[in-house]
C-alpha cells in the first residue's frame, strides 16, 4: 500500500525543548504540568546517535521500508508521534535524539519521563555497545528515581548482521553487564526487558507489540475473550491488530510462534494492498467486493512456495458495510481470517 505520510494517521511533529518554551500544541495548553496531565500512555525512545531509533519508528508507524531508513539525517530535536490508528490504544511515541541531556537545567525532566509508561533504549549490536551500556546505566539509575513505575524495554538491535550465535551472546553480554551494573548501584530490583531486532524482519514488529502490551489495562480482559473465541471456534490462534502499523495489541494465551506471527503480517500487507487496488479498506466510505464478484484467484506468496491460495475481500454482511473481512487459504490448508473489530483499522487476525 502506498504510504503517505502527508496522510499519516499517525501524526507527527518536532519539538524543541528547553524548559519554558513550547512543549507541544496538544499538551499542557494553560498546564505547567503539560504532559503529565496527558493520559495517553507515552513512549520514549532512546539510544546513541545511528543505533536506530528514528527508523524504528518510520518502519513501524510510517510503513518506510528499510532501505530508505539508509540516509536519514540525524534527528536534532525531539520528535512526538501520536499514535491513534487504533480506537482500543491510543499513545504517544518521542523519539529523544542522542545529544540532548535531559536532566540538564535547561529541561524538565519530570515532564518528559515523570508521565511515561515505557522507556526503549536502542543499543547498535553491531557497534562496539560499551558507550551504549554507560548511557543506558545513566539514563535507567536517574529515570527510575523520578518514575518508578516505567518500564525499561533494551532493544539490541541491527541483529540482522549478526550470526545466530553472535546475536545470543551479544544479548547474554548486554544482559549480564547492564544488569551487574544496577545490581552496584543497588537497583536490583529495576528490571530491564531485552530484545533482539532489526528493522529487516518483524522482530521489530514484535517487540515493539509487546512493549505496547505491556501499558495496555484490559490486556488480560483481551486474551480472555480471545481464549474463548478460539476455543470456542476451532481456530488455532488469533491476534487483536493494529494494522496500521502491524502492532499486535493482544492474542489468545497460546504461546506466539514466529512464524504464524510473520504470515498474519504478509497477510495484513496484502489485504491493504489489494484493498488499495480494488477500493475498501483505505476510502471512505468503505466498498468491499459482495462474495460472488470475489477477486479470486490471486497468487499468495507465503514462505512455501507451495502456499499459494486465493484472497477474498468481501463483506460479512452486506447491509453492514462496516464489518469487513478477507479470507486467505494456503494450498497447505491453513486457512487466514481476517476480520475488522472496530472502525478504526482494529482487526482480529485468525489462523485455522
Ligand atoms: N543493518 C541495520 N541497519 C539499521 C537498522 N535500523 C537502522 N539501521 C541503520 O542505522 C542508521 C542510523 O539510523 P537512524 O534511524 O538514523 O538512527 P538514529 O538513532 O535515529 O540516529 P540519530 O538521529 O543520529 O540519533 C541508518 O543508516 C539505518 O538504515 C537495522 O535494524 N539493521
Not at 513505575?149 to 538491535?157: A, G, L, Q, R
Request: glycine share 6%; hydrophobic share 35%.
Amino acid at each position: 500500500m502506498a504510504y503517505n505520510s502527508d496522510n499519516d494517521i499517525a501524526g507527527q511533529y518536532s519539538v524543541s525543548f528547553p524548559q519554558g518554551f513550547d512543549y507541544g500544541p496538544e499538551e499542557g495548553e494553560g498546564d505547567p504540568a503539560g504532559g503529565a496531565q496527558d493520559q495517553k500512555p507515552k513512549i520514549l525512545v532512546m539510544g546513541l546517535r545511528r543505533s536506530g531509533k528514528t527508523s524504528i519508528q518510520k518502519v513501524v508507524f510510517h510503513k518506510v521500508s528499510p532501505n530508505e531508513t539508509l540516509f536519514l539525517e540525524s534527528t536534532n530535536k525531539i520528535v512526538k508521534e501520536d499514535v491513534t490508528n487504533c480506537q482500543f490504544f491510543v499513545y504517544h511515541v518521542w523519539d529523544l535524539p542522542a545529544h540532548l541531556d535531559y536532566f540538564d537545567s535547561t529541561f524538565d525532566p519530570e515532564l518528559i519521563f515523570g508521565g511515561c509508561g515505557a522507556l526503549i533504549f536502542v543499543i547498535d549490536s553491531q557497534d562496539d555497545y560499551m558507550d551504549a551500556l554507560s548511557k543506558l546505566h545513566f539514563v535507567v539509575t536517574r529515570v527510575y528515581k523520578m518514575n518508578p513505575k516505567i518500564k525499561f524495554e533494551v532493544f539490541i538491535h541491527k541483529v540482522d548482521g549478526l550470526s545466530d550465535d553472535h546475536k545470543i551472546d551479544a544479548q547474554r553480554d548486554i544482559n549480564q553487564r547492564a544488569t551487574e551494573d544496577l545490581a552496584d548501584a543497588g537497583l536490583d530490583n529495576v528490571h530491564l526487558s531485552f530484545y533482539l531486532t532489526s528493522i529487516y524482519d518483524h522482530s521489530i514488529f514484535e517487540a515493539f507489540s509487546k512493549v505496547v502490551q505491556k501499558l495496555i489495562p484490559q490486556l488480560p480482559t483481551l486474551e480472555n475473550l480471545l481464549d474463548i473465541f478460539i476455543s470456542n471456534s476451532g481456530i488455532e490462534k488469533a491476534f487483536l491488530f493494529d494494522v496500521v502499523s502491524k502492532i499486535y495489541i493482544a492474542t489468545d494465551s497460546s504461546p506466539v510462534d514466529m512464524q504464524s506471527y510473520e504470515l498474519c503480517c504478509d497477510m495484513i500487507d496484502v489485504v491493504l494492498d489489494v484493498s488499495s487496488i480494488y477500493g475498501g479498506f483505505d476510502s471512505e466510505p468503505p466498498v468491499y467486493e459482495p462474495r460472488h464478484n470475489r477477486i479470486s484467484p490471486l497468487s499468495f506468496d507465503s514462505d512455501s512456495d507451495s502456499d499459494d491460495g486465493e484472497i477474498i475481500p468481501e463483506r460479512v454482511n452486506p447491509a453492514d458495510s462496516n464489518q469487513r473481512l478477507a479470507v486467505i487459504k494456503l494450498n497447505n490448508g491453513t486457512v487466514m481470517y481476517l476480520r475488522e473489530v472496530t472502525k478504526q483499522n482494529c482487526w482480529r487476525l485468525s489462523v485455522y
